[in-house]
């Protein structure tokens, strides 16, 4: 049984910021943080599967592309990286690049990242405050500038870079149309609510993500069966016996943590190593009404934009 406030693990990056308040009070004006991971606090435990990021971008990323589980191992990786986005803050103008325009041929591939042509055939689109971006491993994407991205991932760091914005690091062009997905975007998925509190993100072979939101002065109890990593993203509680606030983060593993949420209510995002929503993840002590069964799913507007509705934008139909 394992609960733990998360440590946080700074890495700077050229493209990176210098304030990242208020998920964080590690930036300053000599070093431009790009990165923020999340490790156990138990320093000598076995690597979880997933890895929990913030990204802090200031310019636009490399273009690039993450293997799957198959093509890793035949390098000697453990696994390969399907990842998902939720945007935390978003300037005007905000894009993300997430698949192509059209669909090539691997020799087209080939000559579009030799030439620099690629940058003109990813599909870039709006990335605005809740918006969450699915990338299955295979898809080609970057994040553009002026975003805090929260990131779930598989544990890699594997990454086939195919076009850099003029920076001077390696591109992996043999390595990236071996496993790159030729096609363009699919068709969009919507968020959907399990409970009042709970809403699914993301379900995918290797995880769950979810927005929990709590009401003010609630008590309700997290029942953690697998792997599970959170963010608190607004509002504030005591979470077993962490005082969690934005930014906090922890890890839970066949635990349980009751959650006595503070006077501004509380939103975590969750995720954990699963293929569907656990049915007993959150339990209300306060015995109100119960709010919808999880079975009884209900698929959000895609024009909604009030906090409990958000748009998932999504490459795969995983969900």
């Known amino acids: 049984m394992t609960f733990e406030h998360a440590d946080v693990r700074t890495s700077s990056k050229p493209w990176g910021s210098h304030d990242l308040r208020p998920w964080n009070r590690s930036g300053n004006s000599e070093t ?16 979880p599967a997933l ?4 990204l ?14 198959a093509f890793a191992q035949t390098m000697g990786m453990a696994n390969g990286k399907t990842e998902a986005w939720y945007v935390l803050s978003a300037e005007d103008g ?5 698949g ?16 620099g042509s690629i940058a003109d055939l990813v599909k870039w689109q709006a990335a605005e405050v809740g918006d969450v971006f699915f990338i299955p491993a295979g898809t ?7 975003l805090v991205i929260a990131e779930i991932q598989q544990r890699s760091d594997t990454t086939f870079r195919l076009f850099d914005h003029g920076r001077s690091r390696e591109l992996h062009i043999d390595q990236a ?16 609510h399990l409970t009042v509190e709970r809403m699914k993100l993301v379900s995918c072979a290797f995880f769950v993500m979810e927005r929990i939101d709590l009401p003010p002065d609630a008590n309700w109890e ?25 930014g906090d983060a922890f890890f839970a593993e066949a635990d349980r943590a009751v959650i006595k949420v503070g006077r501004h209510g509380l939103t975590i995002l969750l995720a954990y190593a699963d293929s569907a929503p656990q049915p007993g993840l959150l339990r209300d002590l306060d015995d109100r009404k119960p709010g919808p069964a999880i079975h009884d799913l209900v698929q959000v507007g895609a024009s909604s934009r009030k906090p409990a509705s958000l748009p998932l934008r999504s490459m795969e139909g995983h969900l």
């Open 177 to 192: 149309v071996e496993v790159a997905d030729l096609e363009p975007a699919k068709t969009d998925r919507m968020p959907m």
């Open 222 to 246: 997290l029942q953690a069966q697998h792997e599970t990593w959170g963010l608190v993203t607004a509002g504030g509680a005591t979470i077993g016996s962490m005082h969690a606030g934005v």
């Open 140 to 146: 080609i994407h970057a994040i553009g500038a002026g």
């Open 32 to 47: 431009a943080i790009g990165e923020l991971s999340f490790d156990r606090a138990e320093t000598h435990a076995a690597d």
């Open 100 to 115: 192509l325009k059209r669909t090539l041929t691997r020799q087209e591939l080939r000559s579009a990242i030799a030439d």
């Open 94 to 98: 905000a894009q993300v690049a997430i």
């Open 51 to 54: 890895l929990l990021k913030l």
């Open 56 to 69: 802090f971008t200031k310019q636009t990323l490399s273009i690039q592309v993450h293997p799957d589980d």
